[in-house]
């Protein structure tokens, strides 16, 4: 089916499409790609629900976390503003959007450089889906994990750990044995240890990352080049470079075969949406 003359232009079917095929770009690190395709799918969301509904918070802050990427963090922020106020109209003060939010407004707080702000905006935010989820829930973990990055930011790396940990503890019993949220707290908790000069136990951790990742998404996706790069670092950090040279060229081959993917994936009806973007 050709969506855009199905629906027409401004059907929020286009806008979500558009929102897929951005997300797909932001895997990719394709930013800019992305920037356009939401904006546009932002529009159309506004003009089908109106400025309070939670499409248009979806769509307010998945184009504030692509200018955030891009590292526009003032462009950022008042998205994210929105979409927690409209967030808060729609569900009230503790709802897991409204955590979502509070997360996605520290990590641009961070970016600004204003990490007591960020950190107090995490708690707040770890708060809420405790309160929701209880303690033991991979939710509550992800905040914990986001917290925990707040610390190592604020020079606290010994309270970046206890978070850490306790969000290990959670998705290890909580999620599957090669969750990527897992491999996600694994990775943190490896660079975490290398700031306080523990190395013998960086490289366990981002190994054991690397296979969960592979496992759950397989060796071809962005995630697992991620982990490849980080592998490739703590190499080059140990005086090995022909270590980590082979290391860098999987993660290059990965995301040159992912742009070939999304290239072919880019038929007739994806450059439509592009196109009618762009005109």
Not at 2 to 22: C, E, K, R
Not at 45 to 70: D, I, M, R, W
Not at 159 to 184: F, G, M, Q, Y
Request: no cysteine.
């Amino acid at each position: 089916i050709d969506h855009q003359n199905f629906y027409g232009q401004n059907h929020p079917i286009i806008a979500n499409t558009m929102s897929n095929l951005a997300e797909t770009y932001r895997e990719l690190a394709e930013f800019e790609k992305a920037l356009p395709l939401q904006q546009r799918a932002l529009e159309i969301y506004e003009k089908a629900f109106g400025s309070v509904h939670p499409k248009t918070a979806f769509g307010l802050n998945n184009l504030a976390v692509t200018y955030s990427q891009l590292g526009l963090y003032e462009k950022s922020l008042p998205l994210l503003e929105r979409s927690l106020e409209i967030n808060e109209k729609i569900y009230g003060g503790m709802h897991h959007s409204v955590a979502t939010s509070l997360n996605n407004l520290a990590s641009t707080y961070s970016g600004l450089g204003q990490h007591e702000k960020a950190l107090s905006l995490h708690q707040r935010s770890l708060m809420i889906d405790e309160a929701v989820f209880g303690h033991f829930h991979p939710s509550t973990a992800n905040r914990l994990n986001n917290l925990a990055l707040a610390f190592g930011a604020l020079r606290q790396p010994e309270n970046a750990i206890l978070h850490l940990k306790r969000a290990l503890a959670i998705l290890e019993n909580t999620s599957s044995p090669v969750d990527v949220s897992t491999a996600t707290t694994l990775n943190n908790l490896a660079m975490t240890y290398r700031d306080l000069g523990q190395l013998e136990l960086v490289l366990p951790l981002h190994q054991r990352a690397l296979s969960m990742v592979e496992k759950e998404l397989g060796p071809l996706h962005p995630s697992t080049a991620s982990s490849l790069g980080n592998l490739a670092y703590e190499h080059l950090l140990r005086g090995q470079p022909e270590v980590a040279v082979v290391f860098l060229k999987f993660a290059v081959n990965i995301y040159q075969s992912q742009r070939e993917r999304v290239s072919t994936l880019g038929n007739t009806e994806l450059k439509s949406y592009t196109k009618m973007v762009e005109g």
